[in-house]
């Protein structure tokens, strides 16, 4: 969809204009692709907070994060084994399950958290069908990058970066859930791009790779992190960034509808379900 925020039904009206909504402080890969997704739900979840409540698929994400952070943190090389990864995967679980974690804001019944975990298992096991953790050299386990860049800040969590056999980095995302077509994997390392750019303005040095792991489907998605490619990704970033603030100046959020619509949680404040984004709340 177009990044660019329509001017307001009637320019000269300035006395009706709306008070500006204030900008987020940062820019991250989620926060491009929710904008780019739809406007009006960027507004919802990242300007304006409005609760969301937990998702099994995102909580079942969470888990195997936390487990293979806990397995590349604390195991060294020829420890990554599976019995290991299994035990820190409950070890995430438990994490998660004490009040205020993802896994309690859930409240499953006992049959449905064990189901839960069992289907975390899975993914584990997939990425053992993808990856020997034991030959990974990581340089970093979910490393938070920061960069003042054309007037933004970009930040990223990186889940790791890796020193390749042959010298440099390789940055390496999770996903937990399923793998795009062959034609659209393209579009989807814009994130990792993002990351491989922080990288090489923090670090000083620009990573190799970029790779994604799609742990479902026993899928790797791996490019070349080129100085086009993460030019690209400079522009897109502060031409989104530019669109976010025309947003912002003119509370102007449409709505994108979608097949994503179905699980979004702010449908009864969305125009296109006949909600009123400017009711109280």
Same mark, same amino acid.
């Not at 739900?41 to 969470?62: I, M, N």
């Not at 393209?186 to 790779?211: I, N, T």
């Given at each position: 969809?177009?990044?660019?925020?329509?001017?307001?039904?009637?320019p000269?009206?300035?006395a009706?204009?709306?008070?500006?909504?204030?900008?987020?402080?940062?820019?991250?890969?989620? &926060?491009?692709?929710t904008?780019?997704?739809?406007?009006?739900?960027?507004?919802?979840?990242?300007?304006e907070?409005?609760?969301?409540?937990?998702?099994?698929p995102?909580v079942?994400g969470?888990i195997?994060?936390r487990a293979?952070?806990l397995l590349?943190?604390?195991?060294?090389?020829?420890?990554?084994d599976?019995?290991?990864?299994q035990?820190?995967?409950?070890?995430?679980f438990?994490?998660?399950?004490?009040?205020?974690?993802?896994?309690?804001a859930?409240?499953l019944?006992?049959?449905?958290r064990?189901e839960?975990?069992?289907?975390?298992?899975r993914?584990?096991d997939?990425?053992?069908?993808?990856?020997?953790?034991?030959?990974?050299?990581?340089?970093?386990i979910?490393?938070?990058?920061e960069?003042e860049?054309?007037?933004?800040k970009?930040r990223?969590?990186?889940?790791r970066?890796d020193?390749?056999?042959?010298g440099?980095?390789?940055v390496?995302?999770? &996903?937990?859930?399923?793998?795009?077509?062959?034609?659209?994997?393209?579009? &989807?390392?814009?994130?990792?791009?993002l990351?491989?750019?922080?990288c090489e303005?923090?670090?000083?040095?620009r990573p190799r790779?970029?790779?994604?792991?799609?742990l479902?489907?026993?899928?790797?998605?791996?490019?070349?992190?080129?100085?086009?490619?993460?030019?690209?990704?400079?522009?897109?970033?502060?031409?989104?960034w &530019?669109?976010?603030e025309?947003?912002?100046?003119?509370?102007?959020?449409r709505p994108?509808p979608?097949g994503?619509?179905?699980?979004?949680?702010f449908?009864?404040?969305?125009?296109a379900f006949?909600?009123?984004?400017?009711?109280?709340?």
């Amino acid at each position: 969809m177009p990044i660019t925020a329509a001017p307001p039904a009637n320019p000269g009206a300035e006395a009706a204009r709306p008070v500006p909504l204030r900008l987020p402080s940062t820019l991250t890969p989620s &926060k491009i692709s929710t904008f780019t997704s739809c406007p009006l739900a960027f507004r919802f979840s990242v300007l304006e907070r409005l609760p969301e409540p937990p998702s099994l698929p995102a909580v079942r994400g969470t888990i195997v994060h936390r487990a293979l952070e806990l397995l590349f943190l604390h195991g060294a090389e020829g420890e990554r084994d599976r019995a290991t990864a299994q035990a820190w995967l409950e070890e995430a679980f438990a994490e998660l399950s004490q009040a205020g974690g993802d896994v309690a804001a859930l409240e499953l019944r006992a049959d449905e958290r064990q189901e839960l975990l069992g289907q975390a298992g899975r993914l584990l096991d997939h990425y053992y069908e993808i990856e020997d953790p034991n030959l990974v050299r990581p340089a970093g386990i979910e490393l938070d990058i920061e960069l003042e860049m054309d007037g933004l800040k970009l930040r990223g969590i990186i889940d790791r970066l890796d020193v390749l056999p042959g010298g440099g980095f390789a940055v390496v995302d999770y &996903k937990t859930g399923r793998a795009p077509r062959p034609e659209q994997a393209r579009s &989807k390392l814009s994130g990792v791009y993002l990351y491989a750019l922080l990288c090489e303005e923090v670090l000083g040095e620009r990573p190799r790779a970029v790779r994604l792991l799609y742990l479902r489907d026993r899928v790797v998605i791996s490019a070349e992190a080129s100085e086009m490619s993460l030019r690209g990704v400079r522009q897109r970033a502060a031409a989104v960034w &530019k669109a976010i603030e025309r947003a912002c100046e003119r509370v102007d959020f449409r709505p994108n509808p979608s097949g994503l619509c179905g699980w979004c949680s702010f449908q009864q404040y969305c125009p296109a379900f006949g909600g009123d984004p400017d009711a109280p709340r």
